[in-house]
């Protein structure tokens, strides 16, 4: 896959992160009861759109806290500034 396209890639999947993220945490990033599996698709698309990051298990959905709210605030701010 060419550098283009899976920069592309890793954008729309950022977009559906965004997406997803406040079905599992609320407005002051505090995590919601929202069960396992929406965690687990969060932290697989936090694996698309920040790959080499570790973003927590997506077999048992326990989440790396730190780093999904950090890949948040990067998405938000991009956005942002666009």
Do not use: W
């Amino acid at each position: 896959m060419s550098e283009a396209v899976s920069e592309a890639v890793r954008e729309i999947v950022g977009h559906q992160f965004l997406d997803q993220y406040p079905k599992v945490f609320d407005e002051n990033g505090d995590v919601l009861p929202c069960g396992r599996y929406m965690t687990i698709i969060l932290i697989t698309l936090a694996d698309g759109a920040e790959p080499g990051v570790d973003h927590g298990n997506s077999e048992t959905g326990i989440m790396n806290l730190e780093n999904m709210r950090s890949l948040y605030r990067t998405l938000i701010n991009k956005q942002e500034q666009l």
